[in-house]
């Protein structure tokens, strides 16, 4: 870490590599496709090496990095709405031993960024953040800049939106219980 | 703490399954089972959205990498302080006015060019009108043959890419890559390659536009590195276009390509060669490549 900080292109190119496939992961699911995923890993990416001389360990460098992603990706969700859409996902998934089909797995997916996709950027990313990187209320909290009571409300109503979209079966505010 | 006679929220049994929940919240989920049904699907949403995502390919991962390392030659320690950079800094970094005398210096220097570009191009023009009486001109009548599968219409074309110019080092691919022309629309990638057959069209077509803004700068840049990265034998960026074929868009990169082998042969210069290969904006996979001769 030191030494990327000092501009070791070696070590900055581990670091990188070490950590692009969480960041690409959080894009993935909060830009919901791939064209615009890989564009803000990239932005996030560069913020990265830009920035990392001033990074200053208060944090763990994941959440760091995870805060700069988030806010890649919503600098990408803004300009994407001056461009239309490339169209759905390109690359094919990796296989992996004893996972479901692909079509399956892509059928899954969809579904996925569609639901995801109703919700507002700002909910996406604080649903994503605790469930895909596991970061608690209070990091959150501190990556997009909100109290953490907001977090728990943003990740709530997240989370309710997507069981209801998931499962087919909306239900309707009073049908259950209170958010 | 909670009312025991007031329902469980949403909010209550989500935050829960993150252990951030009020105290007295899991008893009274555990003794309520329409709350832990409820918690279910919470719990399988959460699930969902931490399902692994598919990486990109290992070519696209080291393409990212290696254009976030180009920062680091550029990098000049701007901008202290302790808060991470909220966006990509590019917008954010304050241009500086030069000193009068830099543009002073800077306006002879493009004076003094811009005399030479104009008396080498006088030199050029008698050449090339030396070589066109010699041996025809079949490359421009090849530019001005319409394409049948666009509709009769043909892009100009830039001095049939001259493979003897020398173009953007594949170093700096990512900046050259970001300058697109807009190629137009097609019906396959037969088609396209017809278009580009004779050389690369310096100018946008008159009607069919590709909506060239249909692609990011990014993705020009990543997948220029993409195909740096692939170890063909090519030595610069010489054009850069994008099209939309079958109502998709690709991006069109035309290389100088020398492949291996010698540059003679029986004893005749074999000429420079230029590489086409266009690629889908998201995964840069190639949906076309061909050479030029």
Not at chain 1, 8 to 20: C, F, G, K, N, Y
Not at chain 2, 9 to 32: F, K, M, N
Not at chain 2, 124 to 146: E, I, L, M, N, V
Not at chain 2, 264 to 281: E, F, H, I, N
């Amino acid at each position: 870490m030191t030494s990327a900080q000092q501009g070791d292109r070696r070590a900055m190119d581990t670091l990188l590599r070490s950590h692009q496939d969480r960041i690409y992961a959080v894009c993935r699911r909060i830009t919901g496709n791939d064209a615009d995923a890989l564009d803000a890993t990239q932005e996030a990416l560069i913020a990265i090496v830009r920035g990392l001389p001033r990074f200053d360990r208060r944090a763990r460098f994941s959440t760091w990095a995870y805060r700069v992603a988030t806010n890649a990706c919503l600098d990408e969700l803004r300009r994407r709405t001056r461009r239309p859409l490339v169209g759905l996902p390109e690359h094919e998934p990796e296989p992996r031993g004893g996972a479901p089909r692909v079509d399956d797995q892509v059928a899954a997916r969809v579904d996925l960024d569609a639901a995801l996709a109703d919700l507002t950027p700002e909910f996406r990313a604080a649903v994503v953040l605790r469930d895909l990187c596991a970061l608690d209320y209070a990091e959150i909290a501190e990556v997009l800049g909100i109290p953490a009571g907001t977090v728990r409300s943003r990740i709530s109503r997240g989370r309710s939106a997507l069981a209801d979209q998931l499962t087919g079966n909306p239900t309707t505010p009073h049908e259950r219980p209170r958010t | 703490m909670t009312d025991p006679d007031e329902p469980l929220t949403d909010e209550q049994l989500s935050a829960d399954l993150d252990d951030e929940a009020d105290p007295g919240v899991r008893e009274r989920i555990a003794s309520d089972p329409r709350a832990k049904a409820r918690q279910e699907q919470l719990r399988e949403a959460a699930r969902l959205i931490a399902a692994p995502v598919d990486s990109p390919a290992p070519a696209t991962i080291a393409a990212l990498v290696s254009r976030a390392l180009d920062e680091l030659a550029g990098d000049d320690g701007a901008g202290e302080g302790d808060e991470p950079p909220l966006a990509p800094p590019i917008p954010l970094r304050r241009r500086r006015l030069p000193p009068p005398w830099t543009v002073a210096a800077a306006v002879v220097v493009l004076v003094v060019v811009g005399l030479s570009l104009v008396w080498s191009g006088r030199t050029s023009q008698r050449h090339a009108a030396q070589q066109t009486a010699a041996s025809g001109s079949s490359a421009a009548d090849a530019a001005k043959a319409p394409s049948p599968t666009t509709g009769g219409h043909a892009p100009s074309v830039a001095g049939g890419a001259d493979p003897a110019v020398s173009g953007t080092p594949l170093s700096r691919t990512a900046t050259a890559a970001a300058a697109a022309v807009d190629l137009g629309t097609f019906t396959d990638t037969t088609a396209l390659r017809n278009a580009l057959r004779s050389g690369f069209p310096s100018a946008p077509p008159p009607a069919a536009r590709a909506d060239a803004a249909a692609v990011s700068p990014t993705a020009l840049t990543r997948c220029a590195q993409v195909v740096a990265n692939t170890g063909l034998p090519i030595d610069a960026l010489l054009h850069t276009g994008i099209a939309r074929v079958a109502g998709q868009p690709l991006i069109v990169y035309e290389y100088q390509y020398r492949p291996a082998g010698p540059s003679t042969t029986a004893g005749k210069t074999v000429a420079a060669r230029t590489l086409v290969v266009a690629v889908d904006p998201t995964a840069c996979k190639p949906r076309l490549t061909f050479v030029r001769a």
